[in-house]
């Protein structure tokens, strides 16, 4: 497991309830939101982690908070909340893949009860990087904080909320600009810049400004590009799929807490981040697909914890090793 005494991360971004429809009628209702399940995902893998949100005091707030909490996430308090707390309704279809509607609210506190520490790493993406009055606010904190911090980025994509892609693209640009790590999915893309390869998407993003551009392709694996030129791609373990809310922010937090575990965040690291070697990025990278996969196998946006994640290991070696002998 990591170790949480070596800083701690600063995730911007939306918390919120996750009410899942299944094709069966079914509903059930989970803490969620983007960069919320990266600040999850992160906490459950051993690091400190602060989320900077916007809750409303009220039941849905406080099972959302509480949800964090227990596993050890910080959320901070700021001088103002929205009138309720946001929903996001995921549909199901037969093969598990989510699609959502939304009513909420996002935007920013003027101040908050962060420490005084610099954060190794911030994050940011999703609603809260594209819906106003707050994304503006985020673009303008992650570019200040570039200064002292590592920053990351995943658009994640709400086409029911963003509008059309023409006016977003430019908005994504800008933060992936300000990003030095920018994981992006290829449905993302495809809504994006239609038309467009995703490796040829993500080798420009990372001539661009990060240091690594990674493009997540679902069950097909990963692909990677790095502002030092390496070109790799990673498979995708194969698992019974229960649903896929929440993979994407589960690979995510384990790109952000492989890559430190490798000493490659954090400001003063950042020459080192671009010129990371390619082993070092595919390691980091194939774990990322063991959290993810971890995470589909089970309902909801329910990342592993260090310990699980180390016992999948194990289990896969073990399933390999009597593979061999058989």
């Given amino acids: 497991m990591s170790d949480s005494s070596q800083g701690r991360a600063l995730v911007i971004g939306e918390a919120l309830v996750d009410a899942v429809r299944r094709p069966d009628g ?16 992160l ?9 900077l949100t916007w809750l409303a005091p009220d039941a849905q707030g406080d099972l959302v908070r509480h949800h964090l909490e227990a596993s050890g996430v910080r959320v901070l308090r700021g001088d103002r909340t929205p009138a309720t707390t946001p929903v996001a309704t995921a549909h199901l279809d037969d093969a598990g893949v ?7 609210e996002w935007d920013l506190p003027s101040s908050w009860d962060e420490e005084d520490d610099d954060p190794v790493v911030v994050h940011t993406g999703s609603i809260a990087a594209a819906l106003t009055p707050g994304a503006p606010k985020v673009a303008d904190l992650l570019e200040r904080r570039r200064a002292t911090s590592t920053t990351t980025y995943d658009p994640n994509i709400r086409p029911a909320l963003m509008g059309d892609p023409a006016d977003v693209l430019p908005v994504v640009e800008r933060l992936v600009r300000a990003s030095d790590v920018v994981k992006v999915s290829d449905e993302d893309l495809a809504w994006l810049v239609p038309g467009v ?10 001539r661009s400004g990060p240091a690594l551009v990674v493009v ?3 069950a097909d694996g990963a692909f990677a590009s790095t502002s030092a030129g390496a070109r790799l791609s990673v498979p995708a373990p194969r698992v019974t799929v229960a649903d896929t809310v929440g993979a994407g922010d589960s690979f995510m937090a384990g790109l952000i807490d492989g890559l430190w ?6 400001a003063g690291r950042r020459a080192a981040l671009h010129d990371a070697d390619a082993g070092t990025v595919e390691d980091v990278l194939a774990r990322c697909a063991r959290i993810a996969a971890i ?5 909801g946006a329910n990342p592993p914890t260090g310990d699980e994640l180390v016992d999948a290991a194990t289990g896969l070696l073990d399933a390999v090793a009597t593979g061999a002998d058989a």
């Fill in 26 to 41: 079914s509903r059930d209702e989970f803490p969620g939101g983007s960069p919320a399940n990266v600040a999850l995902g």
């Fill in 43 to 51: 906490a459950r893998l051993g690091r400190r982690a602060d989320l």
């Fill in 98 to 104: 989510a699609t959502y509607e939304f009513d909420l």
């Fill in 197 to 206: 390869a995703p490796a040829e998407v993500a080798e420009g993003w990372s």
């Fill in 216 to 218: 997540t392709h679902g």
């Fill in 261 to 266: 575990s490798a000493g490659l965040l954090g």
């Fill in 295 to 299: 995470t589909v196998s089970r309902p």
